[in-house]
């Protein structure tokens, strides 16, 4: 017997609402006293279940089709389980995630799509096992709402490296065979393992970013050691993750250089943002000044772009984290071998890390720059993400616009 909702289905006979699903997962239901378990294997296609089917208890505001216009949507959230914690969502950042799966420019959008995951509220009801977390405290909910809880990754709190996966705060299928949907909506129920504690004296708008662009550079900068004072740091691209780097570096007793493609955010990065240099990268003679004296370089920029040039910035021994996601990655081993060098990779964060940003931003008073706009404003929002004009992160105020 087949639990309703939930399909195993032939690749040709496949609806236009069925999802690929990469891995093995195992579900388990129960029917009176029988336990029913199905498993979906590697290459199984998969119709997740209709979250409207139930009694609809959240307000939204969701992409139904790949233009990616945004409207409101009423579904359900599942009830609160033992290990559970329900946030009424006050803010929810905006962060270019948004626009590619609003947009399906992966392919793999499952509509009615509700993004947001940078989110940040007030817990309103805990479930019966839950301690660390109590009614009335102000949390926030980041990248992903669950794992297998149960790899070496997750077990060392790096659980955004679970080998099953982590499950996406949205556009993904939930162990309950649900789609995951985001923080442009009314509230939102997690286990406690994936919420953070947000400190009562740092504001819930400022929070919510640090839960994406935030993290995403401070995990690199935090594992690479990119923390000691007077040494040399590099910020490619001055977005939302690039000025959060540049904060994080100062904080750090870094001296901050920020390379750009034009001179039109040198004075904010200089005067606002407190760099201690700019430099434009299209001028040789400015980046051949700059020539093997930096100590690391995070690298935000999502654009295609040459890496060589930016790898001679680097002193020997140097790291180069890359958090953008550039079409492709090419260089020549000569920029690389001969001086000893780091290029890596890195996403967000685990539990533990996120935990401890939170802390460090509050406890040195960081915080990222904002533009607060109502839900109403999603849309036009998203576009101008798209053309790159915002500075620095765009959040939405869910308490008091989400009608």
């Known amino acids: 017997m087949r639990p309703p909702g939930i399909w195993v289905l032939d690749s040709d006979r496949a609806p236009s609402n069925t999802r690929f699903v990469p891995?093995?997962?195992?579900?388990?239901?129960?029917?009176?006293?029988?336990?029913?378990?199905?498993?979906?294997?590697?290459?199984?296609?998969?119709?997740?279940?209709?979250?409207?089917?139930?009694?609809?208890?959240?307000l939204g505001w969701a992409a139904t089709d790949p233009t990616g216009v945004l409207s409101p949507y009423k579904f359900s959230r599942r009830p609160v389980g033992s290990d559970d914690v329900s946030i009424k969502i006050t803010h929810c950042g905006v962060c270019y995630?948004?626009?590619?799966?609003?947009?399906?420019?992966?392919?793999?959008?499952?509509?009615?799509?509700?993004?947001?995951?940078?989110?940040?509220?007030?817990?309103?009801?805990v479930g019966s096992n839950v301690q660390r977390i109590k009614i009335g405290d102000p949390v926030g909910v980041g990248t992903y709402v669950n794992s297998c809880r149960n790899c070496e990754y997750c077990n060392d709190g790096l659980e955004v490296q679970c080998v099953k996966?982590?499950?996406?705060?949205?556009?993904?299928?939930?162990?309950?065979?649900?789609?995951?949907?985001?923080?442009?909506?009314?509230?939102i129920v997690v286990h406690e393992r994936y919420c953070f504690k947000i400190p009562n004296n740092y504001?819930?708008?400022?929070?919510?970013p640090l839960l994406c662009a935030g993290i995403t550079v401070y995990t690199p900068m935090m594992r690479y050691n990119m923390n000691q004072p007077g040494k040399s740091l590099g910020v490619i691209?001055?977005?939302?993750?690039?000025?959060?780097?540049?904060?994080?570096?100062?904080?750090?007793?870094?001296?901050?250089?920020?390379?750009?493609?034009?001179?039109?955010?040198?004075?904010?990065?200089?005067?606002?943002?407190?760099?201690?240099?700019?430099?434009?990268?299209?001028?040789?003679?400015?980046?051949?000044?700059?020539?093997?004296?930096?100590?690391?370089?995070?690298?935000?920029?999502?654009?295609?772009?040459?890496?060589?040039?930016?790898?001679?910035?680097?002193?020997?021994?140097?790291?180069?984290?890359?958090?953008?996601?550039?079409?492709?990655?090419?260089?020549?081993?000569?920029?690389?071998?001969?001086?000893?060098?780091?290029?890596?990779?890195?996403v967000t964060g685990g539990t533990k890390m996120i935990q401890e940003m939170i802390g460090f931003c509050?406890?040195?008073?960081?915080?990222?720059?904002?533009?607060?706009?109502?839900?109403?404003?999603?849309?036009?929002?998203?576009?101008?993400?798209?053309?790159?004009?915002?500075?620095y992160r765009f959040v939405i105020d869910i308490e008091n616009t989400l009608k």
């Open 23 to 58: 891995f093995f997962v195992s579900f388990v239901f129960s029917l009176g006293n029988r336990i029913l378990s199905l498993h979906l294997f590697y290459g199984g296609l998969v119709r997740p279940m209709d979250s409207q089917t139930k009694t609809e208890n959240c």
């Open 165 to 187: 996966g982590p499950v996406l705060t949205f556009n993904h299928i939930d162990v309950d065979g649900t789609v995951t949907k985001g923080g442009y909506s009314s509230h």
């Open 203 to 208: 504001p819930l708008a400022s929070a919510a």
């Open 237 to 346: 691209g001055l977005g939302g993750l690039g000025h959060m780097a540049v904060k994080f570096g100062k904080a750090f007793g870094l001296s901050v250089t920020v390379l750009s493609t034009s001179t039109s955010k040198k004075e904010e990065a200089l005067s606002l943002l407190g760099a201690d240099n700019f430099v434009v990268t299209s001028d040789q003679e400015q980046m051949k000044g700059l020539s093997k004296s930096l100590d690391f370089i995070v690298d935000t920029a999502s654009g295609d772009h040459p890496f060589d040039p930016y790898l001679s910035l680097l002193k020997s021994a140097g790291v180069y984290a890359l958090v953008g996601f550039p079409s492709e990655i090419k260089f020549s081993p000569a920029s690389l071998s001969p001086g000893m060098k780091t290029f890596a990779g890195s």
């Open 362 to 391: 509050a406890a040195r008073k960081i915080y990222p720059q904002i533009e607060v706009i109502p839900i109403q404003y999603a849309n036009e929002a998203l576009e101008r993400l798209v053309k790159k004009d915002v500075k």
């Open 97 to 125: 995630a948004d626009v590619i799966w609003s947009r399906n420019m992966f392919g793999d959008s499952i509509y009615p799509l509700v993004p947001g995951h940078e989110i940040a509220g007030i817990v309103k009801e």
